[in-house]
């Protein structure tokens, strides 16, 4: 298959990649820079210099390489210092919004694009105790923070058609052998837990290379139109959780920083990432053969902590 990459070397993308090549896969990947070309190629990746926001340029492009699926996996996060800051999030949300519109439209005016997918984001849903919740039966709770990503979803929705799929996949938050996990483990070594909520708060968390074996599973397999779920077999609390980083760098227990210390640091992205949300991946996995291979996280901070040994 001809796939269509955007964000193919950001965390995601550089476990989906690879996978993709082994597979068999042709795959073409949007590249802003030369550095960002130079990562590709070693990827053994297609680069493709486009300006995302560039509709013309896009169906171009998407009928040049005959693309029969587009993975939209680009974002723009702000660093753990600059999160709290509304501002810090507009090139992010501009991607979400803007440019996934953008490339839905390229795909429908190129012809050849039959699935589009998009990771979304599973703290949508609003907080809801120690409940079952998914994308069938739970309601989500709309903030400024997460305007972006429905509308994105939206889009994926206006893709889809009578021969065409367009699927959404609400992912837990991401844990793994990758950035932001090294640097709560650094502070979980110094005794810290920097993540906000109450401990009995659950946490829905998915380990990078499920995320993307989850993805490629919805591109390859007869996945209807919708959106799904896509998080640990068992999510565990934030207690849970800080237990399981204790264990993987060697200490009895974490402190988690003051309530109004994290409130101070995340600031707008608060209240999201502190809600209770017990998610189920039941409705994904009833329609694919995907299994994480981490069922939760006690056993993915056990691996990171031995990775960091």
């Known amino acids: 298959m001809h796939v269509f990459v955007t964000g193919a070397t950001g965390v995601l993308g550089k476990a ?6 082994a597979d068999g896969h042709v795959v073409y990947a949007l590249s802003r820079s030369e550095a960002n070309t130079e990562v590709l190629q070693c990827l053994g990746a297609k680069p493709v210099p486009a300006d995302l926001f ?14 029969e699926a587009i993975l939209h996996l680009a974002t723009s996060i702000p ?22 519109r953008v490339l839905v439209e390229a795909a429908l005016a190129a012809g050849t694009v039959s699935t589009f997918i998009y990771p979304s984001y599973a703290f949508v849903y609003r907080d809801s105790g120690d409940r ?27 893709f889809a058609g009578s021969e065409r799929r367009g ?8 844990y793994g052998p990758e950035p932001s996990s090294w640097q709560l483990l650094r502070y979980a070594s110094r005794g810290i837990a920097v993540l906000p909520g109450a401990l009995d708060a659950y946490l829905p968390q998915i380990w ?20 799904y779920d896509i998080v640990d077999d068992e999510p565990l609390t934030r207690g849970e959780v800080f237990a399981a980083m204790a264990q993987a760098v ?6 988690q920083l003051p309530a109004v210390l994290l409130r101070m640091v995340t600031g707008v992205v608060y209240d999201i990432i502190s809600r ?11 329609v694919s053969n995907w299994n994480p291979s981490v069922p939760n996280a006690r056993i993915g901070w056990s691996l990171l902590g031995e990775k960091s040994r």
């Open 16 to 21: 989906v990649v690879p996978s993709l090549l």
């Open 167 to 174: 699927i959404s996949l609400r992912m837990g938050s991401f």
């Open 250 to 255: 060697g200490r009895k227990h974490l402190w």
């Open 276 to 286: 209770s949300l017990r998610v189920s991946n039941r409705r994904f996995k009833a």
């Open 132 to 158: 079952w919740i998914d994308a069938e039966t739970t309601p989500i709770q709309p903030a400024v923070n997460l305007s972006s990503t429905l509308d994105a979803e939206a889009e994926v929705v206006r």
């Open 208 to 227: 990078v290379p499920d995320a993307a074996s989850a993805i490629i599973a919805a591109m390859t397999q007869p996945v209807p139109s919708g959106i």
């Open 79 to 100: 660093s753990t210092m600059q999160v709290g800051r509304r501002s810090a999030w507009q090139e992010n949300d501009r991607i979400r919004r803007e440019g996934t």
């Open 54 to 67: 560039d509709a013309h340029a896009l169906v171009q492009v998407l009928a040049g390489c005959q693309a």
